[in-house]
């Protein structure tokens, strides 16, 4: 196929595909209840202060949600957040209570039965947060061009995104994009499904198995290599937990490939592609009022408050080149280097990379 073709015929695929998304999420499903998968379903523990925020979530949003995990950071406040998919808008209304009066949310959308969901309740929740003026904003546009939604290069201190990406043709362009608007020092932080193989062509092209948020899932290894690419060679797992397929024609079409929903973090800064140790320790202060007693990096760090931890390089840059930094003291001269980084006295890799490969080992 020579290159025009190649181009015509996968922006058909993609226009196809989008279709095929956008009539699923604007008339066959009504409610989460008519999912046939527990993919786009939370199963996740959500946070304590979320769980309360959840309480003055109007009834409809909350029925129309369609998220497979909880992306919702700590310090927010008075932060300019980015919602990727944001659907009914249920994650943008827990943020606009978590970034106060101060900060702003952003969600951006194609499907217009989901915005007109969402725009109907910014009063609704403006009144039970006590806000004269709304904080949060819904655009109509496509993740893979957030450009002409008019969001800006370097404008954005977070980006969280809920069981979106799979449903994407081209992760290449919305991950660029993602880091496009990022402010350096910022964060993408999203939850989403991931699969431990790659899957085949003629499973991508099953409309319903795609638009569960199945058969789009990224290959872990090739989400990594995609990272890679664009300059970003580690990311963070903070919780990963196995999707059940339900369905039993699913199974069979599918079930030789499993899925994982998983909520990851990656920062906009420059890191290593391992685990380096200049002989550093970082100490939590314990001042984020929503964490006071200790400070979850990710599945391998919990900080407890005051208590001395040696960490990598990579981790050490996280914490002191993003909105964390206030939170924490990191002692070490960084220009002396001690090899390679180990977790434990049993671990023979690196603890940062070797995130990468603990959900396959799982
Ligand atoms: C599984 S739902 C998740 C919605 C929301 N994040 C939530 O947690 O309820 C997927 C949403 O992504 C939107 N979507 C899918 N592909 C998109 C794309 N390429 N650009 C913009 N929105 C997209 C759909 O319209 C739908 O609202």
Redesign the pocket.
């Known amino acids: 196929m020579d290159l025009i073709c190649k181009k015509f015929y996968i922006t058909e695929q993609t226009n196809v595909v ?1 279709q095929t ?2 009539d699923i ?2 008339k066959v499903l009504k409610i989460n209840e008519d999912l046939k998968t527990s993919a ?1 379903c939370t199963k996740e523990t959500i946070p304590e202060n979320v769980r309360e925020i959840l309480k003055d979530i109007h009834p409809e949003v909350l029925s ?5 995990g909880s992306p919702v950071p700590l310090a927010l406040k008075g932060k300019t957040v980015l ?6 808008g ?2 943008c209304f827990i943020l606009s209570k978590l970034v106060g009066p101060n900060g702003k949310v952003i969600g ?4 217009d039965e ?1 915005l007109e969901v969402a725009n109907s309740y910014i009063s609704y929740h403006m009144d039970r947060f006590g806000y004269d003026k709304p904080n949060v904003i819904f655009k109509k ?4 061009d957030l450009q002409s939604t008019g969001i800006e290069d370097e404008s954005i201190d977070i980006v969280i ?4 990406l799979n ?3 081209d992760k290449g362009k ?1 991950f660029s994009e993602i880091f496009r608007v990022l402010k350096p020092g910022g964060e993408l932080y999203f939850s989403d499904v991931f699969s431990g193989s790659r899957i085949p062509e003629s499973l991508v092209k099953d409309p319903i198995l795609f638009g569960e ?1 199945l058969s789009g899932a990224m290959y872990v290894e090739d989400f990594r290599r995609l990272l890679t690419s664009l300059g970003y060679p580690e990311y963070r797992t903070l919780s990963s937990r196995k999707i059940d397929l339900k369905n039993s024609g699913f199974k069979q079409k599918i079930g030789m490939i499993d899925f994982h929903s998983i909520t990851i973090r990656i920062f906009k800064i420059p890191l290593e592609d391992r685990c380096e140790n200049y002989g550093q320790i970082a100490i939590y202060k314990g001042n984020l009022d929503e964490s006071p007693d200790s400070f979850v990096l990710d599945d391998n760090h919990v900080f407890k408050t005051n208590e001395p931890v040696p960490v990598c390089g990579n981790t050490s840059a996280i914490l002191q080149k993003t909105r964390y930094a206030e939170y924490f003291n990191v002692v070490g001269d960084p220009s002396v280097h001690y090899g390679l980084f180990k977790c434990s006295s049993e671990s023979k890799r690196d603890c940062c990379s070797l995130m990468k490969y603990k959900y396959i080992i799982n």
């Open positions: 989008q998304v956008n999420y604007s786009c129309k949600y369609y998220g497979c919602d990727l998919g944001s659907g009914s249920r994650d951006v959308d194609m499907t989901q546009g496509y993740i893979e995104s809920n069981c979106v449903l994407s043709t919305v948020c």
